[in-house]
Nanobody, 119 residues
Framework: QVQLVESGGGLVEPGGSLKLSCAAS????????MGWYRQAPGKKREFLAT???????DYGDSVKGRFTISGDFAKNTVHLQMNNLSPEDTAVYYC?????????????WGQGTQVTVSS
């Protein structure tokens, strides 16, 4: 099994920046992708970005050009640099990872970290 712990959330003013980090522990050698999602009150969970062990990245349309994902599978960490934040970015941000467990794909989720964008 894999455990994910997020950090870096908090309160930021509109137009500001914030960097989230996620550290994975446990059976991390099975992981091949790590990423970020968010969920605002009353809304569905939204895909933000993913980073793979082949150094490929992908972004959700709402954050392209503003958010940057980076990671290091050797250190089992993934980060999300968020720039030009707006109140619409207020949500709980979740770290996610995918790997193989008993040869089958398995998803793992962190507990989430709150990001609030407000003046």
């Amino acid at each position: 099994q894999v455990q994910l712990v997020e950090s870096g959330g908090g309160l930021v003013e509109p137009g500001g920046s914030l960097k989230l980090s996620c550290a994975a522990s446990g059976s991390t050698s099975s992981l091949y992708a790590m990423g970020w999602y968010r969920q605002a009150p009353g809304k569905k969970r939204e895909f933000l970005a993913t980073f793979t062990n082949r150094d490929t990245t992908d972004y959700g349309d709402s954050v392209k050009g503003r958010f940057t994902i980076s990671g290091d599978f050797a250190k089992n960490t993934v980060h999300l640099q968020m720039n030009n934040l707006s109140p619409e970015d207020t949500a709980v941000y979740y770290c996610a990872a995918e790997g193989l467990f008993n040869s089958n794909p398995k998803e793992y989720w962190g507990q989430g970290t709150q990001v609030t964008v407000s003046s």
